[in-house]
């Protein structure tokens, strides 16, 4: 893969990171690698930037400078550039970003080289019968009530058949990406990250026979309400309302998304780590 240009977002409120930005934009000037920088991320730490949507189309790939948050915000916003993302690991958890500030004079050498692994991951595909605009979700789609005093109920069909009505405070609907995100925390499954598949995990479910459900990627699944308006939160940082005569439609978005890892990088052993497994 060649790559002359590379597009950098940083993780936002964040000025402290400007220090490190040079660091990493050095080490891709000294492969003769230009780095842009979107225009919000620049604004923060007094430096000239490129609108995103610019930015996107002119780099090669896309580096993601903050924790696991500030690259699925731009593995979504960027989806529709279909650029490899890599993540510079500035987080608490890292589930997705696995290069350091202090490897990144090595990585870059051996991404020249093609000597890193680019995964394909799957991506959801969501839709409002009310709306034109489709959504997409890298993480989770989670649909809940808006107040928090009242549970919701919610219709869920399979292929355009009726099969559940789960009662309680909402309905978690996961990529394997985000197994390890709020399905893990509501009691779902862990799920190889490069799965083709849905986890339907209730949250907080009135009836005890509720439980998580992992259907293959080729169904469609559609969601409606039957009371009153509800939110549909994408990736946990896109906010959807929706009445009871909208219909939600949700399936997988024809391309994944491509997020660039070391070639050692073992996601069991990070699965391990993360979850303090055998501790």
Same mark, same amino acid.
Request: charge should be positive; charged fraction near 25%.
């Given at each position: 893969?060649?790559?002359?240009? $590379?597009?950098? +977002?940083?993780? /936002?409120?964040?000025?402290?990171?400007?220090?490190?930005?040079?660091?990493?934009?050095?080490?891709?000037?000294?492969?003769?690698?230009? $780095?842009?920088?979107?225009?919000?991320?620049?604004? *923060?730490?007094?430096?000239?930037?490129?609108?995103?949507?610019?930015?996107?189309?002119?780099?090669?790939?896309?580096?993601?400078?903050?924790?696991?948050?500030?690259?699925?915000?731009?593995?979504? #916003?960027?989806? =529709?550039?279909?650029? %490899?993302?890599?993540?510079?690991?500035?987080?608490?958890?890292?589930?997705?970003?696995?290069?350091?500030?202090?490897?990144?004079?090595?990585?870059?050498?051996?991404?020249?080289?093609?000597?890193?692994?680019?995964?394909? #991951?799957?991506?959801?595909?969501?839709?409002?019968?009310?709306?034109?605009?489709? *959504?997409?979700?890298?993480?989770?789609?989670?649909?809940?009530?808006?107040?928090?005093?009242?549970?919701?109920?919610?219709?869920?069909?399979?292929?355009?058949?009726?099969?559940?009505?789960?009662?309680?405070?909402?309905?978690?609907?996961?990529?394997?990406?985000?197994?390890? !995100?709020?399905?893990?925390?509501?009691?779902?499954?862990?799920?190889?990250?490069?799965?083709? !598949?849905?986890?339907?995990?209730?949250?907080? %479910?009135?009836?005890?026979?509720? =439980? /998580?459900?992992?259907?293959?990627?080729?169904?469609?699944?559609?969601?409606?309400?039957?009371?009153?308006?509800?939110?549909? +939160?994408?990736?946990?940082?896109?906010?959807?309302?929706?009445?009871?005569?909208?219909?939600?439609?949700?399936? #997988?978005?024809?391309?994944?998304?491509?997020?660039?890892?070391?070639?050692?990088?073992?996601?069991?052993?990070?699965? #391990?780590?993360?979850?303090?497994?055998?501790?």
């Amino acid at each position: 893969m060649e790559i002359k240009r $590379v597009g950098i +977002v940083l993780r /936002p409120s964040a000025p402290d990171l400007k220090e490190i930005f040079f660091k990493v934009k050095q080490a891709f000037e000294k492969e003769n690698i230009e $780095v842009l920088i979107d225009s919000i991320s620049a604004s *923060m730490i007094g430096v000239l930037g490129q609108e995103f949507d610019v930015m996107c189309k002119e780099s090669d790939i896309l580096v993601s400078l903050g924790g696991d948050g500030t690259l699925i915000s731009l593995v979504r #916003r960027s989806y =529709r550039y279909h650029k %490899p993302v890599l993540g510079i690991y500035l987080g608490k958890l890292g589930f997705l970003t696995d290069v350091l500030p202090d490897n990144i004079e090595e990585f870059i050498k051996k991404l020249k080289k093609g000597e890193v692994r680019i995964d394909n #991951r799957m991506m959801m595909e969501a839709s409002i019968s009310n709306k034109k605009e489709k *959504m997409y979700s890298f993480n989770d789609i989670v649909i809940t009530r808006q107040a928090i005093s009242k549970m919701i109920h919610i219709d869920a069909f399979i292929d355009k058949k009726w099969f559940n009505t789960y009662y309680g405070d909402g309905l978690i609907i996961s990529t394997p990406t985000g197994s390890t !995100a709020y399905n893990l925390a509501s009691g779902g499954p862990v799920v190889y990250p490069l799965t083709n !598949a849905y986890i339907l995990t209730p949250i907080c %479910p009135h009836s005890l026979t509720q =439980r /998580p459900l992992v259907l293959p990627a080729d169904f469609e699944i559609e969601i409606r309400t039957k009371t009153e308006n509800a939110l549909m +939160v994408v990736d946990g940082q896109e906010i959807y309302e929706f009445s009871p005569k909208d219909t939600i439609t949700i399936k #997988r978005a024809q391309i994944g998304a491509k997020l660039v890892h070391r070639k050692e990088r073992n996601y069991f052993e990070v699965l #391990r780590k993360k979850l303090h497994w055998g501790m």
